[in-house]
């Protein structure tokens, strides 16, 4: 089954404790990138990566770090997280823009990060 | 800046009506627009890609249309029903400061009553 993956679902933490998201596809798409969401501001993005080892900022990237070894995975890293990092996050994934589906984007489940 | 704006921000609806949900955009020049779903604490399930070249899509209930020039898109959903309840979600794709960037609006809610 074509599918995106996060892991944790749901995850509290403390002020400072180095966290990582896992986010799998396994649909070989080449584009995958990161949203938080939050109330009253919709959907942002933070990172995306259009292919291995080539990944960019996004609207929000300050506070995060994103590496894209494999195709397959995007973990998305918060070194020092803070409570204003609380948000539910979303990784996607897509072919990219020259791709037969043209940019149709698959998401994750969700994360719902908790920072106290 | 690409600006995306859904109206209305809520919506509630006896079964049965047809309802059409708008979704404006201020840059024109991108790739594609895709609507979405959002259950309450779920994630996004998209519903209709529409290519930039494209003016229209439909799948099952639903029709969207773009209409790039005038940057608006629609969202027509025939017959609704109580199971369409959701936050229905636009986003369009494009280049934007030489990175592809993807821009969402805050949604649509939508309550279909019985």
């Known amino acids: 089954e074509a599918q995106v993956t996060q892991n944790p679902r749901y995850l509290i933490t403390v002020t400072g404790k180095k966290l990582t998201v896992t986010c799998s596809q396994n649909m070989n798409h080449e584009y995958m990138s990161w949203y938080r969401q939050d109330p009253g501001l919709g959907l942002r993005q933070i990172y995306y990566?259009?292919?291995?080892?080539?990944?960019d900022k996004g609207d929000v990237p300050e506070g995060y770090k994103v590496s894209r070894k494999e195709k397959r995975n995007f973990p998305l890293i918060l070194e020092s997280p803070s409570p204003n990092q609380t948000s539910l996050y979303f990784c996607a994934s897509s072919l990219s823009p020259e791709g037969a589906s043209g940019y149709e984007q698959y998401f994750g489940p969700g994360t719902r990060l908790t920072v106290t | 800046k690409q600006e995306v704006t859904q109206i209305p921000a809520a919506l509630s609806v006896p079964e049965g009506e047809n309802l059409v949900l708008n979704c404006s955009f201020t840059?024109?020049?991108?790739?594609?627009l895709q609507w979405f779903r959002q259950d309450p604490g779920k994630g996004l399930t998209s519903l209709l890609l529409?290519?930039?070249?494209?003016r229209e899509q439909t799948s099952g209930r639903l029709n969207a249309s773009l209409d790039k020039s005038s940057g608006r898109s629609t969202l027509y959903i025939a017959a609704s029903q109580p199971g369409d309840s959701a936050t229905y979600l636009c986003?369009?794709?494009?280049?934007?400061?030489?990175?592809?960037?993807?821009?969402f609006g805050i949604g649509t809610k939508l309550q279909v009553i019985p």
């Open positions: 986003a369009v794709s494009g280049q934007s400061g030489g990175y592809q960037k993807v821009t």
């Open positions: 529409i290519q930039s070249s494209q």
């Open positions: 990566s259009m292919n291995v080892e080539v990944t």
């Open positions: 840059d024109s020049a991108i790739y594609n």
